[in-house]
């Protein structure tokens, strides 16, 4: 067992700290999310940590509230991108032929139209909710990880051992789940660091501009554009997300890129 | 026996209007997905029976859906890209001088953000693991992890609140003199330069230093040239197609960026029409304004690939 380093350590404690955050909000917060407990941007104060917003709510407990919302879209429409892009990967390497094809080129077109557009067109006529947020989220967001994980399998398809199992006469979703996956994981999941961070800036911008999480239900990106009219009198509470999204990408970036260090370590590995 | 420059160029081009056609289709049925239809979503669940026959009879969805697409793709090829629903504007006209707005953001942004990405990528290949190269590479890994509408108001918190520098809306209307207008928009071009910087000079580092490892550069060095001029006469010439690619992308990726960046400066471009009209759910306007985006995507990563084909040394003279 190798040590970690000194930045993954601090990337995985702040990570920790905001998951913990997220998944006690209730417990933690000091006030409800809805509850208006002062008046209209109050400044920072031993009562209110962070002040309170526009309407009079507390912005710490709205920043926590915010945070398991959008910690919670981020990750489930990051498990959904995962799941569904690496199995057509795999699936994609191992059968070839006409299914990669299709696959691939199907991939391709999807990523020719950007994601923010796409994604917008879409809602345009989707109710929006949270469940059709993370469907349409994680969809769009598979084709990337489905290119990495095709690329990765395609490799150890070739290999000797996944031979072997074909000849022994495994079935395909054998060989997928017991000889593909457990070679592939660990590129994927630094890759998973960095799709997580991009759901996190994906669900804010939607949120700002709308058509994301609705009030009153609280997310970073929402609070930023309750609280945006402030800017111009200088009262700074829109800019606190702004400080949450920055810590929570860059600690997650820091553990992304001691997990592929490893990785690439252990690929040339027997010597160092 | 043609040229191989100019078969690449026609499939490479061939192969962009292909994909520009299917995703003309893509966007077409991204708003037809609905279990139900676009007439019942746009009214609601409370809407009478009149109203939705009315509104399916405008939007034409008593025809199989294969045939609006066509009609709709047609009459957009002509021009017309129909009528608003919400204010029954004709959207061409309404889009016209909108897209004028978002390209001159989009240009003010590119001239400054590609030379700056550049020299900066120049200058951390110069100093490699330095710390200048440090200081660049840790200023732009900041800006990369935060929203641009974040930046956008963090910009505006800092320049246009704290420090009257600039004006914090970005209103533009015509009549307006060029410098008043540059003057006026300076902050959201401020943002999409930062957005796109980040990207743009770490893909420029990495191109540089991936021809750094050449033997000729090698051999420049061991000439005891010195290391700026061996960047500038012999690494950056061999990565001018790699660079034009990474600008490419970037610009394309600035396409996307301005949606944002115009909603937070009220800035009267497409990307604000597009989100007006997605929170009305004015499915025209979507389609319309989607069509034009992907069209620009597209068209920009088309000419990247182009680009590089004509400044490959190697294609140029055919065996």
Redesign the interface.
Known sequence: MTRIPLSALIGLFFTGVYFFTAVFAGLIAPYGVADIVGGVWEPASSQFLLGTDSIGRDLLSRMIYGGRTTILIATAATLLSFVTGSLLGFTAAVVGGWVDQLLSRGV???M???????A????????VSIPVLILVMGLLDATRVFRLSRAVAVDIAVMDFVEAARLRGEARGWVIFHEILPNALSPLVAEMGLRF?FMV?FI??LS????GVQPPLADW?GI?KEN?DG????V?A??A??VA??TL??SV?LVADWVLNRTTSLKGGRNG | MTHPIVRLLTQRIALGLL?LL??SA??FA?????PGD?AQ?ILGQSATPEALANLRAELGLNEPAIQRYFRWLGAALHGDLGTALTNGQDIATAMGKRLGNTLFLATCAAVIAVPTAILLGLIAVRYEGRWPDKLISGLT??TV??????LG??A??LL???VAAFP?VATIYEGMGFFEKLRVVGLPVLVLVLVVLGHMMRMTRAAILNVMQSAYIETAELKGLRPFQIIARHAFPNAIAPIVNVVMLNL?YL??GV??VE??FIYPGMGQY??D???K???PV??A??LV??TV??GL?MLADVIAILANPRLRHPK
């Open positions: 391709d077109l999807v020719a139209i950007p994601t923010l557009i796409f917008l067109i879409v809602l345009s006529v989707m109710p961070i800036l804010s911008t700002f501009l709308g058509l990106g930023v945006k800017i111009v009198y200088g700074g829109a800019l997300p702004a999204i920055a990408a860059i970036n | 994909l299917a995703a893509m966007i991204g708003t037809q997905i609905l676009v979503s890994l900041s992890s935060v929203p641009e509408f974040l108001y963090i505006m918190f246009a609140v704290k914090s394309a396409v996307v949606v944002v909603v937070v597009l989100v009209h997605v929170a759910r004015d499915v979507v389609q304004c989607g985006f992907a995507y597209i990563n």
